[in-house]
């Protein structure tokens, strides 16, 4: 997309498993954009609630895919088979575009040639729709612009990135890489898959402002609702990125990109899975970990982090080092203030300063 872009079609693909209490929310928000050039496509994969009533109640304002229940990936996988746009934006049905979303994505398009994603910031709303003021990622973490490749063959997991409704992409990028592998990625995890491989296809833009809100409820199939350790979610978090790992090199070496390193390490993937191993070692999911490998792995990780300065190389060191030598009761602690910024309040404004300054 070049300077055409103003005049090109957004296709919104709203996927959507038994969210009927929100779906009308998420499909009236897509058909409200100030940008008119749009087509919204509704997947439903296999609800057994009200949805395929809320989506008749619309009539031919959007598109229907019906499905039987498949997951996140096959749904995905049908909307964009049936979609005409360049520019795509999957929104999860319990989640809401601004109304200003689509003319944002396309603006973006527009400015910047070779622009495989375009990621925005997003407000958390709660189950009743509302706002609560938590922007996400937090203020203080930057959002990456520009050529990722590298970033994301170094340590994809430690840039900020947003779910599967905080982004839109080029049509041309997704096809490169789909299908999204139905199997790995299942009932949820698929945006996984899309947000780190689309940038291998091209440019990132980031926009700081935000153009979605992004819904958390009781019923949330993969994000949680309470900022409480949950190792079932981290340990499912690691089988993610260990697949993610595997796509990204497998299409860095098919586009023969060059400086590949041998092995994709990010500290928040080896932070995972030291804490996992530390706390709950019977269920942890890669079977040849050790404390002692996680730790060399994690300073490794930590030598690659370009983008942030050595105060927070130095406080990554120290968390690692305490973690491994902590008792259970001390390292579970560790873990909450590492993995939930709420819990460090204080520290988030020196955080940022270092993540600016790398």
């Known amino acids: 997309m070049g300077e055409d872009a103003l005049s090109v079609l957004v296709s919104i693909v709203v996927n959507n498993y038994n969210y009927g209490q929100f779906l009308r929310a998420a499909i009236d928000s897509a058909l409200c954009q100030s940008y008119r050039a749009i087509e919204v496509l509704v997947v439903d ?48 049905a319990d989640d809401v575009l601004l109304p200003h979303a689509a003319q944002r994505v396309v603006e973006a398009f527009a400015a910047q040639s070779q622009v495989a994603k375009i990621q925005y910031r997003m407000e958390i709303i709660d189950q009743d729709g509302q706002r609560t003021g938590v922007i996400k990622p937090p203020r203080h973490i930057p959002l990456p612009s520009g050529d990722l490749k590298q970033q994301e063959l170094l340590f994809p997991f430690d840039l900020a990135w947003l779910p599967t409704s905080g982004n839109a992409f080029a049509a041309r990028a997704l096809q490169s890489i789909f299908p999204i592998p139905e199997q790995v990625y299942g009932k949820v995890g698929a945006d996984w898959y899309l947000v780190h491989l689309t940038p291998l296809a091209g440019l990132v833009v980031s926009l700081d402002e935000v153009c979605a809100y992004y819904r958390v409820h009781t019923c949330n199939h993969y994000e949680l609702s309470a900022s409480n350790l949950n190792l079932t979610h981290i340990r499912q978090t690691i089988v993610y990125a260990d697949h993610t790992r595997r796509y990204l090199q497998k299409y860095a070496e098919q586009l023969r990109l060059p400086d590949r390193p041998k092995e994709i390490l990010s500290v928040s993937t080896v932070a995972n899975r030291i804490t996992s191993l530390k706390l709950e070692p019977d269920q942890h999911p890669i079977a040849d970990d050790t404390i002692r490998k996680l730790f060399r792995s994690a300073l490794i990780a930590i030598s690659r982090r370009r983008d942030v300065a050595w105060p927070m190389k130095v406080l990554f060191r120290l968390w690692f080092a305490l973690i491994a030598l902590a008792p259970k009761s001390f390292a579970r602690w560790l873990a909450e203030v590492f993995f939930f910024p709420a819990r460090r309040t204080q520290l988030n404004r020196w955080l940022g300063a270092w993540h600016e300054s790398g």
């Open 45 to 92: 994969d296999g609800s057994t609630d009200h949805s395929r009533d809320i989506m008749r109640s619309y009539g031919d304002r959007v598109t229907p895919v019906l499905k039987e229940n498949g997951g996140q990936a096959s749904a995905l996988n049908a909307g964009f088979a049936q979609s005409h746009g360049d520019a795509i934006i999957f929104l999860d």
